[in-house]
């Protein structure tokens, strides 16, 4: 199928039909052999006219109808000897298609036409042959410079049955071929115009069913007024006239950490322009929001990032200016926990007030209450180390969890000089964690001590530093050192390994 560029397409399709009236002369000449010696003639005859019309059910498919009245005299020198007039007329379907300017039209359909055919007398007479034809004919229009255009046109009939003037069959063949410079008139509304200088050339020969022949070629030239009947309702409708232009102002973005300046990708930002808050913008790669258009006034810039508190900038924006705002966001503090301690005496229970503790690098005391609550510890775990004089020192551990306070409870042991320290422990087997009978030496104080069925053993010293000697049959001797204070209660665990048999 044959497609036409757009503007030109719409130009042609819009027609929807057309009504072409002609009016020329023709010029003649043929000849007839079974008239006397035969009869030869030639010349032209006013009064030739024609009616075509066209109508167009769609873009490409439409019907044709034609009329052609051909005036014909029949003359010696200056003595008319017959004359009348010749009918052709046609009618069928129509399709066009369009190949960028060039508009191309293709038709089939049934045709009726006159023939001239002469009685045998010393006068010939006009006696008219008669043919009915399946008709295909064909035309291109193509535009030349200044909307001028040229139409080529073709006609050739198949013969369905011929007759002549008594009703004797006979048989025809011939074809008309012609072409016409188009001039426009109007057009643009729902009507246009254009004139046409229109020639075509006909040619017919009739072989009579007694065998005479009769030939004629016709060449006619005239002047035609074509109509068409398009789609728009009228004159073309003006064009609309541009909307009203909407002050705009354009805003140009940046989003930065605001420590190092770098940028923040994938940051999003809200614009509230005059009071209107917009849809959320996400940041490119290099923290930029390129090119927002906005109506002039106050904007504000909304920025929030992953890890970064939310942040706001402000600017305002002219009638067609260009402004380029820089936000600055800052990192949100990492999540912590909170600890609290309650210090109490180890002896009764009671809380102790004004306890000096340390909580990692963090200095607190105790309240009447005997409790501190120490805020923002980062998460993990913490030592606490409690003194308060009188008291001997403790130190702890706490695991401080994110967004949540943990309690903690430190019993303090009073230092009591002059009374003796308590050591207990057990020895057990090095390899399987039995426990075994052991002496224990102290030659400092003079303690020597022996575990029990279960190798735990229980004995009173002064404060001070011992060195204490572990031995068991059966197993190597050990030798620790161990500092004790005054009323203090210590835990000596002793693993011993076993000799080796021979």
């Not at 051909?70 to 009348?84: A, C, P, W």
């Not at 087997?429 to 003079?446: C, D, E, S, V, W």
């Not at 010293?461 to 204490?468: D, E, L, N, P, W």
Request: net charge positive.
């Amino acid at each position: 199928m044959l497609v036409a560029a757009p503007s030109v397409r719409a130009e042609e399709v819009r027609e929807r039909a057309s009504l072409r009236l002609r009016y020329g002369i023709a010029l003649r000449n043929g000849q007839q052999a079974d008239v006397g010696p035969g009869l030869t003639y030639d010349g032209f005859t006013p009064n030739d006219l024609a009616v075509m019309g066209t109508a167009w059910a769609g873009a490409w498919l439409g019907g044709w109808a034609s009329v052609q009245r051909e005036g014909f005299d029949l003359k010696e020198d200056s003595v008319r000897i017959t004359g009348g007039s010749l009918l052709r007329a046609s009618v069928g379907p129509r399709a066009r298609a369009f190949l960028g300017p060039v508009r191309a039209e293709l038709g089939a359909g049934y045709g009726y036409a006159q023939l001239p055919v002469f009685g045998t007398s010393d006068e010939p007479v006009l006696a008219r042959g008669v043919r009915h034809a399946a008709l295909v004919s064909a035309s291109v229009r193509v535009p030349l410079f200044t909307r001028l255009a040229v139409e080529a046109r073709g006609e050739v009939p198949v013969s369905l049955s011929v007759k002549d003037a008594a009703g004797a069959k006979a048989e025809a063949k011939g074809f008309a071929a012609g072409g016409a410079l188009l001039f426009p008139l109007t057009g643009g509304g729902s009507w246009s115009g254009t004139v046409l200088l229109d020639f075509q050339h006909v040619q017919d020969t009739v072989t009579l069913a007694d065998g005479s022949r009769s030939e004629q070629r016709m060449r006619r030239v005239g002047a035609a007024l074509e109509l068409a009947w398009n789609d728009a309702p009228g004159a073309p409708p003006a064009p609309p006239p541009p909307p009203p232009r909407v002050p705009m102002g354009t805003l140009v973005l940046q989003l930065l950490d605001a420590e190092s300046g770098a940028p923040l990708p994938a940051a999003k930002v809200v614009l509230v322009a005059n009071g209107v808050e917009g849809a959320a913008r996400e940041a490119d790669a290099q923290g930029n929001v390129e090119g927002v258009e906005l109506p002039p006034g106050d904007v504000v810039a909304r920025v929030s990032a992953e890890g970064y508190a939310p942040a706001e900038g402000r600017v305002t924006l002219e009638d067609g200016g260009r402004v380029a705002l820089a936000v600055r966001a800052r990192k949100l503090p990492p999540p912590t926990g909170g600890l609290k301690i309650s210090v109490v005496s180890a002896g009764n229970g009671v809380p102790l007030p004004g306890v000096r503790l340390m909580v990692g690098g963090v200095e607190a005391r105790t309240d009447l209450r005997g409790e501190v609550h120490v805020k923002e510890l980062p998460p993990g775990p913490v030592a606490v180390v409690a003194t308060s004089p009188g008291y001997r020192a403790a130190e702890e551990a706490a695991i401080i969890v994110a967004g949540q306070e943990t309690a903690l409870s430190v019993p303090l042991a009073s230092e009591r000089k002059g009374e003796p320290a308590t050591l207990t422990g057990q020895v057990r087997n090095a390899r399987g964690g039995k426990p075994i009978a052991a002496t224990l030496l102290i030659p400092q104080a003079k303690v020597k001590a022996r575990t029990d069925a279960k190798g735990a053993f229980t004995f009173k010293v002064r404060g001070g530093t011992y060195r204490i000697t572990i031995s068991a049959r059966g197993f190597f001797t050990q030798s620790k050192l161990v500092t004790l204070k005054d009323g203090e209660q210590a835990i000596f665990n002793v693993d011993l390994f076993p000799r080796q048999k021979r």
